[in-house]
T-cell receptor, first 113, second 115 residues
């Protein structure tokens, strides 16, 4: 049935501050991780990815950190802007023969001007 | 390139009706997937395909069928719609990277309501 009343975790930040969005993944065999941004009424949009042989990867204003020991992934957004307001999802590729991409439940980032 | 396209954008069905959600991509991607997204939740994988003629089940396959007769198209069929299938459906495609799938590109979604 429906998960009535289920709310997304929300991170509220001031414009110009740095944002850190966290994600715990489930499968220790996952070898590839992706962060997606989803704006209201749109499909997810790729932000940055990282393979399991790395622990940090940087893009433009974004950095992804991977801690395989505790199965934790984070997305850091520098100098957060109002246009960054969206729901952010992490996803893990379970790898091997399945090649399935499993998504987390998402975090709503609200940027206050 | 048009990327990933989905039709229709909106659909209302009555319980028991059948329909097909269309998905097409023009990027020559091998991998295609269907997800559903319910309010306040992440995307859940319904079915996926690693190439023409090959499909497999995801997390929530019950009530849905797929086929992949061409590289470009990956339709999702609801054989007998139920209210529990009310959701937003996203199609995605990706190239085949070493060690697994590459970056997935998503379509704009189909919002389905089953009464």
């Amino acid at each position: 049935g429906e998960n009535v009343g289920l709310h997304l975790p929300t991170l509220s930040v001031q414009e110009g501050d740095n944002s850190i969005i966290n994600c715990a993944y489930s499968n220790s065999a996952s070898d590839y991780f992706i962060w997606y941004k989803q704006e209201s009424g749109k499909g997810p949009q790729f932000i940055i990815d990282i393979r399991s042989n790395m622990d940090k990867r940087q893009g433009q204003r974004v950095t992804v950190l991977l801690n395989k020991t505790v199965k934790h992934l984070s997305l850091q957004i520098a100098a957060t802007q109002p246009g960054d307001s969206a729901v952010y999802f992490c996803a893990e590729n379970t790898g091997g023969a399945t090649n399935k991409l499993i998504f987390g439940t998402g975090t709503l980032l609200a940027v206050q001007p | 390139n048009a990327g990933v396209t989905q039709t229709p954008k909106f659909q209302v069905l009555k319980t028991g009706q059948s329909m097909t959600l269309q998905c097409a991509q023009d990027m020559n991607h091998e991998y295609m997937s269907w997800y559903r997204q319910d309010p306040g939740m992440g995307l859940r994988l319904i079915h996926y395909s690693v190439g023409a003629g090959i499909t497999d089940q995801g997390e929530v396959p019950n009530g849905y069928n797929v086929s992949r007769s061409t590289t470009e198209d990956f339709p999702l069929r609801l054989l007998s719609a139920a209210p529990s299938q009310t959701s937003v459906y996203f199609c995605a495609s990706s190239y085949r990277a070493s060690g697994g799938i590459g970056t997935q590109y998503f379509g704009p979604g189909t919002r389905l309501t089953v009464l």
